[in-house]
């Protein structure tokens, strides 16, 4: 049930005049925190390189009953990767390495890595078996030597694979190329010329066997909650500090919509270097992977998008080239999928040129029926066993557990039709549209017996 993105959001409708996006937007988000718990929230709406919203919503620190405000620090997680991949591009534009270096270039006796490239680790193509994160690693170095006895899970550029020790790699050819610390080619290329006084990292550590944690002070940092039925707990990322190219930075919504802001001209990279950055490699089977250079890439409502969640949704920033709009939105609230910034670009952007297609002819209606009287009870977390067989029956706790989230916010559904068929009519496409022009593509796979086998759920 998952994509990249978690392909489930939650949409709740477009604003036509621009004048009234900014209340809805507000009202929106105060909903999904009521909803789904979030003690704290912020927001940016960047437009051509102006920022039209700029808010903050509820509480930054429930035991200070502090106030989150535009400059409070979250921690944004794997949000952390487009400042890498900014870095990494800043440093093609010098001239200092290419994409298609081979990563041998820079990291010694890596006979096991002679097919990799610089590429292959940013576009998470490179076949590394993602591997668990280890607090006692002394560093980088240290990190990439144990790597090395690790072998390839598959061939380079062979399927894409969301790991961090793509970007462990990484880090060390940064270093080396650019010939200072990572956090400091970040703070020297990028914080720094785009006045980004509220981001950085804390470098948390998990000290004495373990049961001491220290961090930096972070001024005015958010504290991450979880929430746990009826009530909330504190929740601590740690990334260790040769993961940081892959997440742990903190960052304000302000120093967020000046970075969006910033990519929306030539200030940090220029046209030929951003296309760059945001185009996908072919994998082998000749497909294009959905992980581009530090970036995810899809289709949101027909246009282009490209971003990245981290937490899974403590941030979410999604970015529209063609309208040159950028959402973020960022939370204290762990347990989310990354939906709201989807939610806020939706009283931005127009309705799909999609959205009245008739589909094809269904030739199995009492297929498209059963998926008809699904959908809403995922959304209210009350699917029923019934429906379902196989290793889709076996996931549905968890179907109920997250689809609420996902889910819950959407207009009632409107209509549902059918896009694609196999011939057996036992692998379905369809369209959902919710309320007047909300859509997901849900992809559908029945038994003989009419019982769902599959069922996944994606933007388009």
Same mark, same amino acid.
């Given at each position: 049930?998952?994509? &990249? ?7 709740? *409708?477009? /604003? ?41 919503? *509820? ?8 106030? $989150? ?5 979250? =921690? ?16 093609? *534009? =010098? *001239? ?11 990291? /010694? %006796? ?9 590429? &292959? ?19 980088? $170095?240290? /990190? ?26 990484l880090t060390q050819v940064l270093e080396k190329v650019g010939g200072a610390p ?47 039925? %009826? ?13 940081? $190219? ?19 001209? %030539? ?21 294009? !992977? ?82 008809? =009287? ?39 559904? !409107? ?8 011939? %057996? &009519? ?22 003989? /017996? ?11």
């Open positions: 049930m998952r994509t &990249h993105r978690w392909g489930l959001l939650v949409l709740m *409708g477009w /604003a036509q005049l621009a004048l009234g996006a900014p209340d809805k937007v507000d009202a929106f988000l105060r909903a999904e925190m009521a909803r789904n718990h979030i003690p704290g929230a912020a927001v940016a709406v960047v437009r051509d390189g102006k920022v039209i919203k700029l808010a903050a919503y *509820g509480t930054a620190n429930l035991e200070w009953n502090a106030p $989150a405000s535009t400059r409070t620090a979250f =921690q944004i997680a794997s949000g952390t990767k487009m400042f890498t991949a900014v870095l990494l591009m800043d440093l093609v *534009g =010098q *001239g200092k390495l290419k994409l298609d270096d081979r990563v041998c270039q820079y990291i /010694a %006796d890596c006979l096991a890595w002679k097919d990799l490239t610089v590429l &292959h680790l940013a576009s998470h193509t490179s076949g590394m078996k993602p591997g668990p994160v280890n607090a006692d690693v002394s560093s980088v $170095a240290v /990190a990439v030597e144990a790597a090395k006895k690790v072998p390839l899970a598959a061939a380079p550029g062979e399927k894409a694979a969301y790991g961090s020790d793509d970007f462990v790699l990572f956090q400091q080619l970040l703070r020297d290329r990028i914080f720094t010329p785009l006045g980004m006084t509220n981001s950085g990292f804390d470098r948390a550590i998990l000290t004495e066997d373990d049961i001491v944690l220290t961090s930096d002070v972070v001024p005015a940092r958010a504290a991450t909650y979880q929430w746990r039925t %009826d009530h909330q707990q504190q929740y601590w990322f740690v990334y260790p500090h040769y993961t940081l $190219a892959a997440g742990g930075l903190f960052s304000s919504v302000t120093d967020m919509s000046r970075f969006v802001a910033a990519l929306m001209s %030539d200030k940090l990279l220029k046209p030929e270097l951003r296309s760059a950055m945001w185009t996908p490699p072919i994998l082998k089977d000749g497909k294009r !992977s959905s992980f581009a250079v530090g970036w995810t890439v899809g289709r949101y409502r027909g246009r282009s998008e490209v971003g990245h969640s981290g937490g899974p949704a403590l941030s979410d920033t999604v970015y529209y080239p063609d309208d040159k709009l950028a959402v973020v939105v960022l939370t204290n609230q762990r347990k989310l999928v990354p939906n709201l910034a989807h939610g806020v670009a939706n009283f931005y952007l127009s309705p799909p040129p999609f959205l009245n297609d008739p589909g094809i002819t269904d030739a199995a209606t009492e297929l498209s029926e059963t998926l008809k =009287q699904l959908l809403p009870t995922l959304a209210q977390g009350k699917a029923e066993a019934r429906y379902f067989t196989g290793s889709a029956k076996d996931a549905l706790a968890d179907l109920n557990e997250w689809l609420p989230i996902q889910l819950g916010g959407m207009p009632r559904l !409107s209509r549902l039709v059918l896009l694609e068929d196999s011939a %057996d &009519h036992l692998s379905r496409t369809y369209r959902a549209v919710y309320g007047k022009n909300q859509t997901l593509r849900w992809r559908a796979t029945f038994n003989s /017996a009419g019982l769902i086998v599959a069922l996944d759920a994606a933007d388009e």
